[in-house]
């Protein structure tokens, strides 16, 4: 056990602000040499709290889920688990071997076959050329693609395109695994597979973070669930309270107007 | 740094093999588009420079050749690998792959390509009566240099590009420029005395004339000019590492 005792993931009083720049321009070096000013100088630019002061935990072993509204930073929340973020101020401490699975299809290339695919989507994710030439049968077998794996990927329709990706992806065997919005993909019968492979990753007692909109999944799948709101923290708890609550908050008067004004979007 | 880069390595051979593969796959003429495109140019070169301007150069093409392959390997090296970050922004974002890895790539790649023509203008400089000889085992010296060389600007440009979209223009107009402040097309016998200091003064400049040397005269190169090229590229890459090893963690904020 290390110091955090019983937590694969602490994460305490975490913010992250981005600067942004007025969308009509990218930064050039010739406005930096006009108006000597340079990115990273402080103060010279506006800036988006996309995560506030969020602290929570998650046991070793459990499964936390993370919901939200878009643009609620679950996203950004994820890259800083990953670590591929770094904080503007508080901390995050994972322990043991993490997979970030963020995106799917993470250094796939079109002219390349399923099977080239596999193996660098795997270097990527951190196996080993041996882990992959072991493992190649049972992802092909997984993704049901036998017969196209050694054509190029863009003959691939997008729902193979995924299975493929997702295969691959799930392959890895972490300690911590992180997926966000990468876990029923394909037809129905693939997502069933899909979950089994979840629900195996649970009884063998990994820890897994996972976004997604479908609150019924986060009932059934999580034991703890955080609720994200502007960048904040707005609920941490058992699961089926904070979907409760969300779900409350989501039908109440007040929000059916911003709904309204976002699918209009 | 050198660490990531082992620990990646098989992913490193990996999408440099895609790299190469994908440039000749569904190309009808394939590897030889390698060797076409400086015959090419060395072809426009030698209308232009000996029978236009009465340049007088014995095998003025083999000449040409000894310096525009390593050229081209430096001039595409530096284009590709100045974008390198900002187009792997799927790496950047989605993955905890070290961001060397995709600043390298691309070196290596047209590293394989420039082995590629050079074996075969070696080939072809046989009919030409060009006389190759021992000097060529100081070539891989020439090769490490200039790889250190490449990587170090590479490091530099790649992170300068993240913040600076722009970075991707300068170093294509630098380099067009810098091409003909090297003796590439004409040799350094040309240049006025006076000036000669400041052309030297470019590490690429003197690796130029050492490949010309092994390439065209058969001769070791000038090894003062080298070790000075060795130096510089040594203390470039020092200061690329430090540089890019100083914003890398900015990288996924800012693509």
């Known amino acids: 056990m290390n110091r955090y005792g019983n937590e694969a993931i602490r994460v305490e009083r975490v913010s992250k602000r981005f600067r942004v720049l007025p969308i009509r321009k990218q930064a050039t070096l010739k406005d930096a040499i006009v108006n000597f000013q340079l990115p990273w100088f402080p103060g010279s630019r506006r800036f988006i709290q996309a995560v506030e002061d969020v602290s929570f935990s998650v046991p070793r072993g459990t499964t936390l889920g993370i919901l939200g509204r878009n643009g609620s930073g679950k996203t950004t929340l994820m890259r800083l688990l990953a670590g591929i973020y770094k904080p503007t101020s508080g901390s995050v401490h994972v322990s043991g071997m993490m997979a970030p699975l963020l995106s799917l299809g993470v250094g796939f290339h079109p002219e390349m076959s399923g099977r080239e695919n596999l193996r660098i989507s795997g270097l990527v994710l951190g196996l080993t050329p041996r882990q992959i030439a072991n493992k190649m049968d049972a992802i092909i077998d997984f993704s049901e693609l036998r017969e196209f794996i050694d054509v190029p990927v863009r003959t691939y329709s997008s729902g193979m395109y995924m299975r493929l990706a997702f295969s691959v992806a799930i392959s890895v065997d972490p300690d911590v695994l992180l997926l966000d919005e990468v876990l029923a993909v394909g037809d129905e019968s693939f997502s069933h597979k899909c979950l089994d492979r979840m629900r195996e990753f649970k009884d063998r007692k990994k820890t897994i973070v996972l976004v997604t909109h479908d609150a019924t999944l986060i009932e059934s799948w999580c034991d703890t669930a955080l609720w994200m709101d502007r960048g904040k923290a707005k609920l941490h708890g058992p699961a089926e309270r904070v979907v409760d609550a969300y779900h409350r908050d989501l039908h109440s008067p007040s929000m059916e107007g911003v709904l309204l004004k976002e699918s209009r979007l | ?255």
């Open chain 2, 1 to 255: 740094m050198f660490r990531a880069l082992y620990r990646y390595r098989w992913l490193l051979y990996e999408l440099v093999l895609r790299d190469v593969i994908i440039r000749y796959r569904g190309s009808v003429l394939g590897v030889l588009w390698t060797l076409l495109t400086p015959l090419l140019f060395v072809a426009i070169y030698i209308v232009v420079f000996a029978f236009f301007l009465h340049l007088n150069i014995p095998h003025y093409s083999v000449f040409l050749i000894g310096g525009l392959l390593p050229w081209q390997w430096f001039a595409t090296a530096l284009q590709t690998a100045t974008n390198s970050i900002v187009e792997g922004r799927v790496y950047v974002t989605n993955s905890i792959l070290a961001p060397v890895v995709l600043v390298v790539v691309p070196i290596l790649s047209s590293f394989v390509q420039f082995l590629l023509s050079f074996a075969i203008a070696l080939v072809v400089a046989q009919f030409f009566h060009v006389h190759l000889g021992w000097s060529m085992v100081a070539l891989p010296l020439l090769f490490a240099v200039q790889m250190m060389l490449t990587m170090a600007l590479a490091l530099f440009l790649a992170t300068l590009n993240v913040f600076y979209r722009d970075a991707t223009q300068l170093i294509a107009v630098l380099l067009a420029l810098l091409f003909y402040l090297i003796p590439i097309v004409y040799p350094l016998t040309m240049v006025p005395d006076r000036f000669k200091p400041f052309v030297m003064a470019d590490p690429m400049a003197t690796l130029v004339l050492s490949y010309q040397q092994i390439f065209y005269s058969d001769a070791f190169p000038n090894w003062p000019f080298f070790l000075y090229a060795l130096g510089v590229s040594l203390g470039l890459l020092y200061l690329g590492r430090l540089t890019f090893n100083r914003y890398k963690e900015l990288f996924a904020d800012y693509i």
